[in-house]
């Protein structure tokens, strides 16, 4: 019988916060002792049982050959009041599918490795810092540059603080070669369950394309100004943030909004001086992100114009990540032979995955979130949902390192 929701239930109590859900940021009390708890299940499933400079734990089933890996996992990290399944499935899940081949005794020809990755929340010192020293995208020394946002502590203090405490065994960086990883997680978004879908076949983690448009005009008084001698930055802003609804909505599968406005003074017998406004737009496609960016700033550069103001931007942009098309395939053929419903959809939440992408061929199962609610205390996914989605880890696990 499947374990994976006594295993899910009993991490998460660990760091359960009196004001509801899970806080367990990185390498905090409760996270440590999460770690050991996932240690010692490690070491119960035979796993050799790894930590890395980075306190990215790493458990390895070995196969019959030394290498390539198939790798899986996810964080035990939270947001603060977080739910028990963010990250908690992947890592728990995967554990679960060690525990299913030890019973059933199958032998496969590469080794698995289950990883927890640190502060993948980024929550106690920067997003993603244990996939990106695992992926070899930080060095050792960079590790000492970030402090934690609740020890106030540097990163290595912190890890010694881990290191004296656990079980596994310490190695400067995880050596083995990466052919395959694959990340079981829940959605975090609406989209399965009104599709009425069971499984979610992740086909790459979104960009962002990030716009800080800011317009200078004259800031004067509300009443005595007549309205042809204004030069209200208000006015080009407000076309700027219909402009975004308008562009992206012309794009299938984009997402636009404008979350930020930033007026100075703010005041409302004021004309305002300066207004930012805040983009955020997110694709697979980076031509659609760089389309809805041209025509946006084309509404705010004719906006501006007619109102004779100033108009300047900053910009941000991270690339999308496209999942690996074999690894989709099998995820998408794995489902199948197992009588699941599922759909291709793209990740709009950050993942671990999408690091690993620069040194393996990545892909990501999903499972339908409750209302699409996550990063709370309310975050729930149907048991029933949670066991489909092992399930389907296993086979695909089984279909990669076989
Ligand atoms: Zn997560």
């Known amino acids: 019988m499947s374990q994976i929701r006594r295993y899910l239930e009993a991490l998460g109590e660990i760091g359960k916060d009196p004001r509801g859900g899970v806080s367990r940021p990185s390498m905090s009390t409760p996270d440590l002792e999460a770690r050991e708890f996932v240690v010692s299940l490690m070491k119960e499933l035979h796993l050799k049982t790894f930590y890395d400079l980075a306190g990215n734990l790493i458990g390895v089933r070995e196969g019959e050959s030394d290498g390539p ?22 890592v728990m899940g995967a554990l679960e599918v060690v525990r299913e081949l030890n019973e059933d005794m199958v032998r496969t020809r ?25 992926a070899g995208l930080l060095r050792p020394t960079d590790l000492e540059g970030f402090r934690g946002l609740y020890s106030g502590n540097p990163f290595p203090k912190d890890f010694e603080e881990f290191s004296k405490r ?18 079981l997680h829940v959605e975090q978004g609406p989209v399965l369950e009104s599709m009425g879908k069971e499984i979610g076949v992740v086909t790459g983690i979104v960009g962002v394309q990030r716009l800080w448009i800011t317009f200078k005009g004259r800031q004067s008084h509300a009443g005595t100004t007549p309205m042809n001698m204004r030069r209200d930055p208000m006015i080009p802003a407000a076309r700027t943030i219909l402009a975004v609804r308008r562009e992206t909505k012309k794009v299938e599968e984009a997402v636009g909004t404008v979350g930020l406005l930033d007026v100075t003074p703010n005041v409302m017998n004021v004309i305002s001086g300066q207004v930012t406004v805040g983009v955020d737009i997110r694709s697979l496609e980076a031509e659609d992100m760089k389309a809805i960016k041209e025509a946006v700033l084309n509404e705010a550069t004719e906006a501006a114009a007619e109102e004779k103001v100033q108009v300047g931007y ?60 996550s990063h709370a205390p309310d975050e729930y996914t149907d048991w029933e949902q949670v066991e489909k989605g092992v399930k389907l880890l296993k086979e695909v696990i089984m279909e990669l390192s076989d």
Do not use: W
Not at 72 to 86: E, K, P
Not at 171 to 179: C, E, H, P
């Open 69 to 90: 890996f198939v790798t899986t996992g996810s964080h035990i990290d939270s947001v603060m009041n977080g739910g028990i399944f963010d990250g908690a499935l992947g």
């Open 110 to 134: 590469r080794p698995i490795a289950v990883i927890v990755f640190t502060d993948e929340e980024g929550n106690a010192y920067t997003p993603f810092l244990g996939s990106k020293y695992f």
């Open 166 to 183: 656990t079980k596994a065994t310490r190695i400067d960086r995880f050596v083995g070669n990466v052919a395959h990883h694959v990340e």
């Open 314 to 373: 900053k910009e941000l942009f991270e690339e999308p990540v496209k999942c690996s098309e074999e690894v989709v395939s099998k995820i998408e053929s794995s489902a199948k032979k197992l009588g699941l419903s599922y759909m291709r959809m793209p990740s709009r939440a950050l993942h671990d995955t999408q690091v690993m992408a620069s040194v393996a061929k990545v892909g990501m199962i999903f499972v339908p979130s409750k209302g699409g609610v």
